[in-house]
């Protein structure tokens, strides 16, 4: 389990903080199997394509290369009010990573100045991180948001990772570092960005 206290000093060394969002900072608790039977018949009625979702994340990428722009926007905006429904009724905060960035601020960002900043990367919607952030009393110690809305390509992709970067260009990579609960979508992405990684496990 990660705690504060063991990497404190290691932390120290860092400057931009970046946190994923389900899973690592709040449980969103989505029920899955709704969403994914949804999306399979309104995906089947709207534009006449079999898909089951499964995995619902790449399946929804290559539903992107089947279909225009405008016609995604309907599956876009259905997700985004799935993510809120859960959000607002069934979420949870994930007491590790919740605890952990609320450490961070207290004990590093605030005291140094607006020196240190504490940005979200997630696969989710920036809507569902900036209203959940909000939720949970944690808006104030984040500097930047980016959702799956904000890239062309999600985790395990870099783009987020570098996009976020860009804000923050006096920052060099070995001052980053990356705080999420999976080994694909997280772990990966840090890795191939070159900064550094804590996993953090829902549970934990």
Request: net charge negative; proline share 1%.
């Given at each position: 389990m990660v705690k504060f206290?063991?990497?404190?000093?290691?932390?120290?060394?860092?400057?931009?903080?970046?946190?994923?969002?389900?899973?690592?900072?709040?449980?969103?608790?989505?029920?899955?199997?709704?969403?994914?039977?949804?999306?399979?018949?309104?995906?089947?009625?709207r534009f006449g394509k079999d898909?089951?979702?499964?995995?619902?994340?790449?399946?929804?990428?290559?539903?992107?290369?089947?279909?225009?722009?405008?016609?995604?926007?309907?599956?876009?905006?259905?997700?985004?009010?799935?993510?809120l429904n859960a959000l607002r009724h069934y979420s949870t905060i994930q007491n590790v990573g919740f605890s952990l960035l609320k450490n961070i601020y207290i004990h590093i960002i605030n005291p140094s100045k607006s020196s240190r900043f504490i940005a979200i990367l997630s696969n989710n919607y920036t809507e569902t991180l900036k209203e959940g952030t909000k939720r949970y009393g944690i808006d104030q110690y984040i500097s930047y948001y980016l959702g799956r809305d904000k890239v062309t390509k999600i985790k395990p992709n870099i783009e987020g990772l570098k996009n976020i970067h860009d804000q923050f260009p006096n920052i060099p990579k070995k001052e980053i570092v990356y705080f999420g609960d999976s080994a694909v979508y997280d772990k990966i992405t840090a890795e191939t960005y070159g900064i550094d990684f804590y996993l953090i496990r829902k549970g934990s």
């Open positions: 206290e063991t990497i404190q000093q290691d932390l120290k060394k860092k400057r931009l903080f970046i946190f994923d969002f389900d899973e690592t900072l709040v449980n969103l608790n989505i029920k899955w199997d709704q969403t994914k039977s949804h999306l399979t018949q309104m995906v089947k009625e898909i089951n979702f499964t995995p619902i994340l790449e399946q929804l990428e290559f539903l992107k290369t089947q279909i225009s722009s405008t016609d995604y926007l309907s599956i876009d905006k259905f997700l985004i009010q799935d993510e």
